[in-house]
């Protein structure tokens, strides 16, 4: 298992996430991760796989622009196995104050 705040490249981000430079470059190729079973990654806020199903954003707990109004918040319960066969369950969070956008209209 590998924990990583970074992006991979293809990942979309939205308004509330700051660009990321390490070192000179602002995303790595999901290729840099072959060989681990399970990689967490931090950074962007939306729930997401990246590359394939072994590579997962997390996301965030919280909603921190407008842009992410429709976002659904959860945490990931990760069981890696003996073997390496990774489950994931992803379990939903229901803020106690959520953000909306509403129309004058």
Do not use: W
Request: proline share 3%; net charge negative.
């Amino acid at each position: 298992m590998l924990v990583a705040h970074t992006v991979v490249v293809g990942s979309l981000e939205c308004e509330s996430e700051r660009p990321l430079s390490v070192g000179g470059t602002g995303a790595v190729d999901c290729a840099c991760f072959e060989g681990v079973n399970y990689v967490a990654l931090g950074h962007l806020h939306r729930p997401k796989t990246a590359g394939k199903d072994s590579i997962q954003y997390a996301g965030s707990l919280l909603k921190y622009s407008f842009s992410e109004a429709n976002h659904t918040k959860s945490v990931s319960l990760v069981e890696l196995d003996g073997t390496g066969h990774c489950r994931v369950e992803k379990i939903s969070l229901t803020p106690h104050r959520d953000v909306r956008c509403l129309d004058g209209h």
